[in-house]
């Protein structure tokens, strides 16, 4: 069992910059793919970005590609996403997710586990 909660999370102007944290609990973290998503108002959850177990595979939204860079320690039972370059349409509420698998990939059609989110605001 895995137990997700986001933070880092607030308002901030455009072209500022944000730091998610996912800090996450259980022994299996280390071993678990791991995925930033979001969904804004109206609108379907999206994929931001994914990590495989090692941070070694990453893969980027084409929205976010360049401004946003996802990352993980083992050590600390942390995954964070680095958000540059904000725009207003980033705005959402963001959620990072967890796959229970021990293969290498670094992302997933489905997720077994999911933080509660954490909202980001980018006013223009």
């Known amino acids: 069992q895995v137990h997700l909660v986001e933070s880092g999370g607030g308002l901030v102007q455009a072209g500022g910059s944000l730091r998610l944290s996912c800090a996450a609990s259980?022994?299996?973290?280390?071993?678990?793919?791991m995925a930033w998503f979001r969904q804004a108002p109206g609108k379907d959850r999206e994929l931001v970005s994914c990590?495989?177990?090692?941070?070694?595979?990453?893969y980027y939204a084409h929205s976010v590609k360049g401004r946003f860079t996802i990352s993980r320690d083992n050590a600390k039972n942390t995954m964070y996403l680095q958000m540059n370059s904000l725009k207003p349409e980033d705005t959402a509420v963001y959620y990072c997710?967890?796959?229970?698998?021990?293969?290498?990939?670094?992302?997933?059609?489905?997720?077994?586990?999911w933080g509660q989110g954490t909202q980001v605001t980018v006013s223009s």
């Open positions: 997710a967890a796959k229970a698998t021990y293969t290498s990939a670094a992302c997933y059609t489905r997720y077994d586990y």
């Open positions: 259980g022994r299996t973290f280390s071993d678990y793919p």
């Open positions: 990590i495989n177990w090692s941070g070694g595979s990453t």
